[in-house]
């Protein structure tokens, strides 16, 4: 075991440069046949986009080459994802990359490099290249785990919608009532598969054995990039008015100007969840308690129960009250937990392996953070 461990310390790390040559070449050869094509076939369309070179001829061109690679790069680092065992994914061990992480990377690193002169005309995107970059460059200098990037890299859909979308706009052919709904389904994927994705790879950060300034580094890379995501699709669904706030009082949620929801009982419903999640994690994590993935799968389905029930009797007793002001907020905010607290104590569904009370005293401990929460939503909901 000693002997394997040193023959994989002393490897150099190794960089995918077949893959990286051909992809390049590739590129170049696929952006000379379709600015001839575009050239000889539409001259008209080529005059115009040579009008304006760095936000037309070179961002038009370079999404449709982008378009087939992130293809290639969605199934190759799907596949890398796949292919690669947590057990051999460990920071500092030095291990070959299999053909479908070198394809992966290959890909990954020609779509960045190539689209760099195209994107030239916004810098936005040009940072983000730029990080992407050096991300990938400090992953392989410093043998950190590389799940975690095959996992966001393998959930850019979205980027396939970007380029559609950008093309459709080159053209012209990008109107009100299609452009609504790329953007829902933009901001769908990135939500579903980007965000998620990267939730599940800062828990894979977190569990896999990280330590110093590598966990620093992957930690703080990926809550970075959850906050551009909740900012990118925040501006995108308020542009288009499929979500926007009502700033009245109380402020309401507006989804696709026809439904309106009580932005206070979204907050609400947010701390209940947040809080019972918090319950369940500090129950699981109990020093003297060894929980079965049957007990912890019992306790979530009845926490969702719980979670819903308290929501639902926090709003009845709000409309009850028929009162407004943080007296109000106060008295439903504790009746939808104590809704909560009993649902889960009073369950015939749950496990009897559970042990309720001391279930119940995480939730008390974890009713600190229900309270900040609804607080913050009263804050906006309700503004002076």
């Known amino acids: 075991m000693e002997s394997q461990n040193a023959t994989c310390n002393s490897v150099k790390p190794q960089v995918p440069y077949i893959p990286f040559l051909l ?41 449709w080459i982008g378009l087939v690679f992130k293809f290639l790069s969605l199934a190759s680092c799907g596949a890398a994802l796949l292919t690669t065992s947590a057990e051999n994914d460990i920071g500092g061990l030095i291990r070959p990359l299999n053909a479908a992480e070198q394809v992966c990377w290959g890909c990954r690193a020609v779509i960045y490099i190539q689209e760099l002169p195209d994107v030239a005309a916004f810098p936005e ?27 966001l890299w393998g959930t850019l859909h979205s980027e396939i919608v970007n380029n559609a979308r950008r093309i459709l706009k080159i053209h012209d052919r990008l109107g009100p009532r299609l452009a609504w709904w790329i953007a829902l389904a933009n901001s769908s994927l990135i939500w ?31 809550l970075v990039y959850i906050f551009y995501m909740l900012q ?26 026809k439904w309106r929801i009580n932005l206070l009982g979204m ?22 308690r060894v929980s079965s993935e049957d007990e912890l799968h019992s306790l979530s389905f009845v926490t969702l129960q719980a979670a819903i029930i308290g929501l639902v009797g926090s709003c009845l007793l709000s409309r ?16 939808g937990f104590l809704f909560a607290g009993t649902t889960i104590l009073l369950s015939p569904t749950l ?6 009370m001391a279930f119940a005293s995480c939730l008390m401990m974890s009713f600190a953070l229900m309270k900040s929460i609804t607080r913050y939503g009263y804050s906006i909901s309700s503004p002076a």
């Open 232 to 257: 990118l699709t925040s501006f995108e669904l308020s542009r288009y008015k499929i979500l926007n706030i009502d700033a009245g009082e109380p402020s309401y949620l507006v989804i696709a100007e």
């Open 192 to 222: 579903s598969l980007r965000i998620l994705g990267a939730l599940v790879a800062l828990f894979w950060t977190l569990r896999g054995g990280i330590r110093g300034i590598g966990l620093f580094v992957y930690v703080a890379a990926i």
């Open 320 to 335: 009850l009250a028929d009162g407004s002001g943080k007296r109000y907020t106060k008295l439903s905010l504790h009746a």
């Open 23 to 63: 992809g390049l070449t590739s590129w170049a050869v696929l952006r000379l046949a379709l600015e001839g094509f575009v050239r000889n076939f539409f001259p008209s369309f080529y005059a115009d986009l040579k009008l304006d070179i760095r936000r037309k001829y070179n961002f038009y061109f370079g999404n």
């Open 267 to 288: 907050f609400m419903g947010l701390g209940l969840a947040c809080t019972e999640l918090s319950a369940l994690f500090i129950y699981e994590r109990g020093d003297d």
């Open 351 to 356: 496990a009897d392996t559970v042990d309720r």
């Open 125 to 151: 995107l040009v940072i983000h290249h730029v990080l992407s970059i050096a991300a990938m460059v400090g992953i392989l200098t410093y043998n950190l785990p590389r799940r975690q990037l095959y996992l």
